[in-house]
Nanobody
Framework: QVQLVESGGGLVQAGGSLRLSCAASGRTFSSTAMGWFRQNPGKEREFVAAISGSALNTYYADSVKGRFTISRDNAKNTVALQMDSLKPEDTAVYYC????????????????????WGQGAQVTVSS
């Protein structure tokens, strides 16, 4: 089981930036795919971005492409989501997720594929 601890949420004005971080426990981080999802009350959880264990592959939802960047530091067991040009519709609770894949290339983009989740970080973008 991987423990995930998120940090970096907050309140920002539209057009601003925030950076979310997720620290993971365990010794197999470089073989673990990481994803970011978001959810608002009463709505389904939405894919935001994902990165493979080796960082070879990254994927983004169309709604955030060009504005958000996912990255990872395997030496520190961390993954980050840099969010720029934020919009009010980006407001949500953001969740970090992990899946041990055993390789550096597989990059799941569906929430049910991930089996470890962080506690969530609130991101609020005011207009």
């Amino acid at each position: 089981q991987v423990q995930l601890v998120e940090s970096g949420g907050g309140l920002v004005q539209a057009g601003g930036s925030l950076r979310l971080s997720c620290a993971a426990s365990g010794r197999t981080f470089s073989s673990t795919a990481m994803g970011w999802f978001r959810q608002n009350p009463g709505k389904e959880r939405e894919f935001v971005a994902a990165i493979s264990g080796s960082a070879l592959n990254t994927y983004y939802a169309d709604s955030v492409k060009g504005r958000f960047t996912i990255s990872r530091d395997n030496a520190k067991n961390t993954v980050a989501l840099q969010m720029d040009s934020l919009k009010p519709e980006d407001t949500a609770v953001y969740y970090c997720a992990a899946l041990f894949t055993g390789n550096g290339w597989y990059t799941p983009r569906l929430d049910y594929e991930y089996d470890n989740w962080g506690q969530g970080a609130q991101v609020t973008v005011s207009s």
